[in-house]
């Protein structure tokens, strides 16, 4: 596992707990564009803590997550347990465990950026049956949606700006798309959704992002009162709103 990787560990469980998953729209438009059925076999290459790969287990699919980090890949074998078709497997997107032409359908949620593309889509290629798929699907936050939305975002900026820059910072969505599917112009579409939370959802969700100070750190309790007066000024009914863009890019790399 890289460095860049074990970042991630320590946050496993707010990272299950209050990250966004995937609307079913993105179940739709796979269903029209390239004809997914139950009988496909789905790898989750990046998996996390299960966020994307629990879309397809609902949808009735085989699915294995392939993962580097083993916080994160713990995270989602515990809250995946009751899921007889998934199955859990460490690795990397360069190197994956999985026999050739074993999967119809590889999906790659917010981790595209973790990826080498050009390793990566030569893996793709060795384990994507004839006429597999490949999605790319990852959530933008929207940071100017609302008052609330954009206050957020000048807090944590404020709190990532006094950290060491975090290595993949750099690495904005889509990175390796163009690498990933070559020659191929694949379907793009998105879709609206939101979050909403509570004041231990908000704390949650804002130490998921890794360079918010931890339980036990130096500033953490300058932090929560921080968060806490924002949350403060802008909930309603005990609930504040957060608004995603869930984009994604299909197709076949042939």
């Not at 392939?66 to 190197?95: C, D, I």
């Not at 990566?120 to 940071?143: M, S």
Request: aromatic letters at 10%.
């Amino acid at each position: 596992m890289s460095k860049r990787t074990e970042i991630f560990g320590p946050l496993a469980e707010d990272y299950a707990r209050y990250r966004p998953g995937y609307p079913a729209e993105v179940l739709d438009e796979l269903i029209r564009v390239c004809g997914l059925r139950r009988d496909w076999m789905v790898s989750d290459i990046g998996s996390g803590t299960g966020n994307l790969t629990r879309l397809f287990l609902d949808a009735g699919n085989q699915v294995v997550g392939v993962e580097p980090n083993r916080e994160m890949r713990e995270a989602a074998e515990r809250l995946l347990a009751g899921y007889s078709t998934f199955h859990s497997l460490e690795g990397v997107a360069e190197h994956i465990p999985l026999d050739a032409c074993s999967i119809d359908l590889i999906a790659a949620g917010q981790a595209l950026h973790w990826f080498d593309a050009v390793k990566a889509r030569n893996e793709f290629l060795r384990i994507l049956r004839p006429g597999g798929w490949d999605l790319v699907a990852w959530n933008d936050r929207l940071c100017d949606a609302t008052i609330f939305a954009k206050e957020y975002e000048t807090l944590t900026q404020s709190w990532a700006d006094a950290q060491p820059p975090l290595p993949y910072a750099t690495a904005p969505f889509p990175t390796g798309i163009d690498h990933l599917f070559g020659a191929v112009t694949p379907h793009s579409a998105s879709f609206q959704h939101t979050q909403n939370f509570d004041l231990e959802g908000l704390l949650g969700r804002a130490r998921s992002s890794g360079f918010i100070p931890q339980p036990g750190a130096s500033r953490h309790a300058e932090f929560t009162t921080s968060m806490t007066n924002l949350f403060a000024r802008h909930q309603c009914d005990g609930m504040v709103e957060f608004h995603y863009i869930t984009r994604l890019h299909l197709g076949q790399l042939g």
